[in-house]
């Protein structure tokens, strides 16, 4: 499979020299090889990895401070980028946001890497922990501010826990790419889902004064 071009830096310490895109790459697409191949997680070692790519493990660790790091960034350069929200309504960014998820649920029924490693991750609780840590919770956040927000905006009622809502809205996709793995994933899903929700949470507007 072709990769993205890797993502920018997540949040946390910065890694030792300026990143070179090329040499990142050629050890992303180390990692990535060793596990098309069907190598565990458990026997990636960073010295299998450098070996493959090429490279001194001393040239990956100037960039990722263990392997559940590089895994994390694997993952990322196989997943469907994050996208960049239009900013424009609450409905427009919640679309966005779903359809993303709808994207990442196919993806990962058609890479073999991705449901592997998503599989061998549930036995690993560090390079788990570290994946919801620099990807999970960022776009949980993302997500909750922009609720947030448009409480603030009037879009939506004011007397609702933003951090519930937004489990309602994403939670129709995950069940449908994660736990129900044989369920469609149509064009369309992510409008659907965001409309039938927002047409409960609108705020009322109070009733005309009789005269």
Same mark, same amino acid.
């Given at each position: 499979?072709?990769?993205?071009?890797?993502?920018?830096?997540?949040?946390?310490?910065?890694?030792?020299?300026?990143?070179?895109?090329?040499?990142?790459?050629?050890?992303?697409?180390?990692?990535?090889?060793?596990?098309?191949?069907?190598?565990? /997680?458990?026997? /990636?070692?960073?010295?299998?990895?450098?070996?493959?790519?090429?490279?001194?493990?001393?040239?990956?660790?100037?960039?990722?401070?263990?392997?559940?790091?590089?895994?994390?960034?694997?993952?990322?350069?196989?997943?469907?980028?994050?996208?960049?929200?239009?900013?424009?309504?609450?409905?427009?960014?919640?679309?966005?946001?779903?359809?993303?998820?709808?994207?990442?649920? /196919?993806?990962?029924?058609?890479?073999?890497?991705?449901?592997?490693?998503?599989?061998?991750?549930?036995?690993?609780?560090?390079?788990?922990?570290?994946?919801?840590?620099?990807?999970?919770?960022?776009?949980?956040?993302?997500?909750?501010?922009?609720?947030?927000?448009?409480?603030?905006?009037?879009?939506?009622?004011?007397?609702?826990?933003?951090?519930?809502?937004?489990?309602?809205?994403?939670?129709?996709?995950?069940?449908?790419?994660?736990?129900?793995?044989?369920?469609?994933?149509?064009?369309?899903?992510?409008?659907?889902?965001?409309?039938?929700?927002?047409?409960?949470?609108?705020?009322?507007?109070?009733?005309?004064?009789?005269?």
């Amino acid at each position: 499979m072709s990769l993205a071009a890797p993502h920018p830096p997540h949040d946390g310490p910065t890694r030792g020299r300026p990143r070179s895109e090329a040499v990142e790459r050629a050890i992303i697409e180390g990692a990535m090889k060793l596990l098309e191949d069907g190598v565990p /997680l458990g026997d /990636l070692s960073i010295e299998r990895i450098a070996r493959t790519a090429g490279v001194g493990k001393a040239t990956i660790y100037r960039r990722w401070r263990g392997k559940e790091e590089l895994f994390v960034d694997v993952l990322r350069a196989a997943e469907p980028p994050d996208p960049e929200l239009p900013g424009t309504s609450l409905r427009d960014d919640l679309v966005v946001l779903l359809e993303a998820l709808r994207r990442r649920g /196919l993806a990962d029924r058609t890479s073999a890497i991705l449901h592997n490693v998503r599989a061998q991750m549930k036995s690993s609780p560090r390079i788990w922990a570290a994946y919801d840590s620099m990807v999970i919770a960022p776009r949980r956040r993302t997500g909750i501010e922009l609720l947030r927000r448009a409480q603030r905006d009037g879009e939506l009622r004011a007397d609702t826990d933003v951090e519930i809502l937004y489990d309602i809205f994403v939670g129709p996709m995950l069940t449908r790419s994660v736990l129900r793995r044989s369920a469609d994933l149509p064009e369309g899903l992510a409008e659907q889902i965001v409309d039938t929700l927002l047409e409960g949470l609108r705020p009322v507007s109070p009733p005309p004064p009789e005269h």
